[in-house]
């Protein structure tokens, strides 16, 4: 199996199993909050791990199908991947502090600190740029080799 591919499916994998996982924390909040709701970021904590899993398996699929060599097909594999790693792990960190219900309203909040607005525009414009860059080197290879 391609390195590309490996990497796309085994992170499905732990996507999925983080969106199980986080969907029993969800639900424990739930049931023990007096309005029945979740923190607003434990519930896209879960969510969003799920969608992951799933577009890790979309990755592993064009990686598989992609004219572009094997190192490519990595990197552009790798980065879209890490990226959803870092999202579902600040969801999560958010979900557990309780300190904000929406993250890119100012002032940025990470528990009791306040991060730099530059920060928080730099980690948002890499994100986009790393998660659409990557699929569409992917893209691009699975439309050479059509």
């Known amino acids: 199996m391609e390195p590309a591919v490996r990497i796309a499916v085994t992170s ?39 969608m992951y899993s799933f577009a890790c398996l979309v990755l592993a699929e064009f990686a598989r199908l992609s004219a572009w060599s ?16 870092l999202a579902v ?7 557990w502090l ?5 993250q890119l309203r100012p002032p940025h909040r990470l528990g009791g600190r ?3 607005a530059g920060l928080v525009r730099l980690f948002m414009t890499a994100l986009a740029i790393g998660e659409i860059g990557g699929f569409a080197v992917l893209f691009a290879g699975f439309i050479a080799a059509a």
């Open 114 to 116: 306040t991060l730099p």
């Open 70 to 85: 094997a190192r490519v097909d990595f990197w552009a594999t790798l980065v879209p991947v890490v990226f959803f790693a």
């Open 98 to 102: 309780r300190d904000t219900d929406n």
């Open 12 to 50: 499905s994998g732990l996507f999925f199993l983080t969106g199980l996982v986080t969907g029993a924390w969800k639900y424990r909040e739930i049931v023990n909050s007096p309005e029945h709701r979740a923190p607003y970021y434990v519930d896209i904590c879960h969510r969003s791990a799920l």
């Open 89 to 95: 792990a600040i969801y999560g960190l958010h979900g």
